[in-house]
């Protein structure tokens, strides 16, 4: 796992988590505490999701197979959706019946010394978890907020310890309530509510973790900057006139793909294209080193008949486009489309915009059946 996978942070909560489980474990034993019970199982519950993530970094880092061509970064993502599930199970929907049974059944608290002293050990040991993970993301999450940094990372492993933590430090503040209330009134229901406001807490947890784990196991495109950079790179204005079209798609959080159709002149050779690819391979992997697959394809691009169209703005010079609704799924100005070719010059053949799909491609092929040029096709450089 790289760095950027928060491996200081998860060691730093395993450590944390394991202590307070066996600590929270002995007051329950000695208090007979429910909230003491239900935090044991949460803290028990945090470890193993802390395993789960240092396990899922592991396993991500295995070569590529011809089975998984595209390795097992995504791996990643599978152990941190691992983890929502057994926050959601094994902390949530236990604190919540715990809580029930106590309210229902509620008992007098002893030894009450035992659970509120542990608490205040949780307190502080979770406090220094959560700050190693704030102090780790804060190298990440540049100018973003909070809420943006744990919905848009591509590294799943510092959001799921950022909110296991946050949801520890609130659940014991919980805890802590519920046994004073109890200790005060004499009403073992109160340590009974805690609980149950603990159950409820976590469970909330998992399902923000769930939906964002989800999306990253979908597929998600670059982020907005990247995206940018890329488009920057691949333009030189020469031989590669503009972008037709472009995807991105994370194939792990330190892993890109990109494929995009290029628009090049009916006059280039295929020797021209093809360095022009290679160029522009080259330009993408220093704006943004993470972009590892790489597949270009070649169009041919008549910017006569584009500028003759309906939308002026799609030719070299023109007037900015005017951005569609669905323009956030691929940020950046559109590139112009494959136009027809001039008079005397190739036809290009069958190419459309959407025909172009990496998974039929051979890596390291020069040739395109789709232009009549000769322009070179779609390649992969080695990595």
């Not at 959706?81 to 604190?95: E, R, W």
Request: aromatic letters at 6%; glycine letters at 12%; a negative charge.
């Amino acid at each position: 796992m790289s760095a950027s996978g928060g491996t200081k942070a998860i060691v730093a909560a395993l450590g944390a988590n394991l202590a307070i489980a066996v600590a929270k474990f002995v007051a329950f034993l000695f208090s007979g505490s429910s909230s003491m019970l239900a935090e044991s199982v949460h803290s028990l519950a945090d470890s193993g999701n802390q395993g789960l993530l240092l396990l899922g970094g592991k396993r991500a880092q295995r070569e590529a197979t011809p089975q998984h061509p595209f390795g097992y970064g995504r791996e990643r993502y599978i152990y941190a959706f691992l983890v929502s599930i057994v926050l959601f199970s094994v902390g949530g929907m236990f604190a919540v019946y715990e809580g029930y049974e106590k309210i229902r059944h509620p008992h007098e608290l002893e030894a009450w010394y035992w659970p509120v002293g542990v608490l205040v050990f949780a307190i502080i040991a979770e406090g220094f978890s959560f700050r190693t993970a704030i102090k780790e993301s804060n190298e990440s999450r540049g100018s973003l907020s909070w809420t943006d940094f744990i919905r848009r990372a591509k590294a799943p492993e510092l959001p799921v310890v950022l909110l296991e933590d946050f949801g520890a430090l609130i659940g014991l503040v919980l805890a802590l309530g519920g046994v004073g209330l109890a200790l005060g009134t004499g009403n073992g229901v109160w340590d009974g509510i805690g609980t149950l406001c603990i159950g409820i807490l976590l469970i909330a947890i998992a399902l923000v973790l769930a939906a964002e784990t989800k999306s990253l196991l979908l597929g998600e495109a670059a982020g907005t900057d990247q995206v940018e950079k890329i488009k920057a790179a691949v333009v030189d204005g020469d031989t590669v006139t503009g972008i037709i079209h472009m995807r991105t798609l994370h194939l792990g959080p330190e892993e890109l793909l990109v494929a995009a159709k290029i628009a090049v002149q009916h006059d280039d050779t295929a020797d021209e294209v093809a360095n022009a690819i290679n160029a522009a391979e080259s330009r993408i992997r220093e704006a943004v080193p993470i972009a590892r697959v790489i597949y270009l394809e070649p169009d041919i691009y008549n910017a006569a008949a584009a500028a003759a169209g309906i939308n002026p703005a799609k030719a070299p010079g023109g007037a900015p486009a005017t951005p569609h609704p669905e323009a956030a799924a691929t940020p950046g100005p559109e590139a112009p489309e494959p136009g027809a070719a001039e008079p005397g010059a190739a036809a290009p053949g069958d190419t459309t915009p959407g025909d172009m799909t990496p998974g039929d491609m051979t890596p390291g092929d020069t040739a395109s059946g789709d232009t009549a040029s000769g322009a070179t096709g779609p390649t992969e450089s080695g990595h």
